[in-house]
Nanobody, 114 residues
Framework: QVQLVESGGGLVQPGGSLTLSCAAS????????MGWVRQAPGQSSEWVAY???????SYGRSVAGRFTISRDNNKNTLALQMNNLKPEDTAIYYC????????RGRGTQVTVSS
């Protein structure tokens, strides 16, 4: 079955950087579109970034220019490089297969605070 395991979150100061990783298994990763979503306390999920199986990338308006999504099909991993982090980026970050919320893992907490 689809399994996604997110890692790399933590506490970082405003302006700092983090790289999130997602290990995928149980499905044909290379041929699957993948994405990152986040959810802050008391808020609905927000789409962050998306990468198709053909490496076409797209970003949410609030993170464009600061975040970079990438994938390694040889290692079945998805990454999210986050730069110039802001307090409003604080959330649990989930990777997701093909816009399917049911595919998300447990997520990884990102906290941006001084």
């Amino acid at each position: 079955q689809v399994q996604l395991v997110e890692s790399g979150g933590g506490l970082v100061q405003p302006g700092g950087s983090l790289t999130l990783s997602c290990a995928a298994s149980g499905f044909p990763f290379a041929s699957s579109d993948m994405g990152w979503v986040r959810q802050a306390p008391g808020q609905s999920s927000e789409w962050v970034a998306y990468i198709t199986s053909k490496q076409v990338k797209s970003y949410g308006r609030s993170v464009a220019g600061r975040f970079t999504i990438s994938r390694d099909n040889n290692k079945n991993t998805l990454a999210l490089q986050m730069n110039n982090l802001k307090p409003e980026d604080t959330a649990i970050y989930y990777c997701e297969k093909s816009l399917d919320p049911q595919s998300r893992g447990r997520g990884t907490q990102v906290t941006v605070s001084s």
